[in-house]
């Protein structure tokens, strides 16, 4: 291996997944914010599953599958627009 390979090697295995995953979330906020809130819905659908009443199985599961994926969708264009905003309106221009 050459002493470039190295030093990229040992910089992944220095960095923990803890130290990863606070570092990505400071770069996309969102990012977390949407698998959380889309696990969130996905944990209430299968909570309200049990007390739909007389809706059918199929109609139940297609609502949350849009309420989830929308939650995510949502996430992900604000996400988007703070990074746009971050870039373009907050950074000093050169």
């Known amino acids: 291996m050459s002493p470039s390979q190295e030093s990229v090697y040992t910089k992944y295995e220095t960095e923990s997944q ?5 570092k ?12 959380a809130g889309f696990t969130a819905v996905v944990a209430y659908g299968l909570y309200k599953l049990k007390h739909r009443g007389d809706m059918k ?3 139940h599961l297609i609502h949350m599958r ?7 969708v949502g ?3 604000c996400g988007v ?6 870039e373009y309106v907050v950074k000093p221009k050169e």
């Open 18 to 22: 803890t130290s990863k995953l606070i």
């Open 75 to 77: 996430a992900l264009t």
């Open 81 to 86: 627009l703070y990074s746009m905003f971050r």
């Open 66 to 72: 849009v309420a989830a994926q929308g939650f995510a």
């Open 24 to 35: 990505k979330f400071k770069e996309t906020p969102f990012v977390p914010i949407g698998m």
């Open 57 to 59: 199985l199929s109609l």
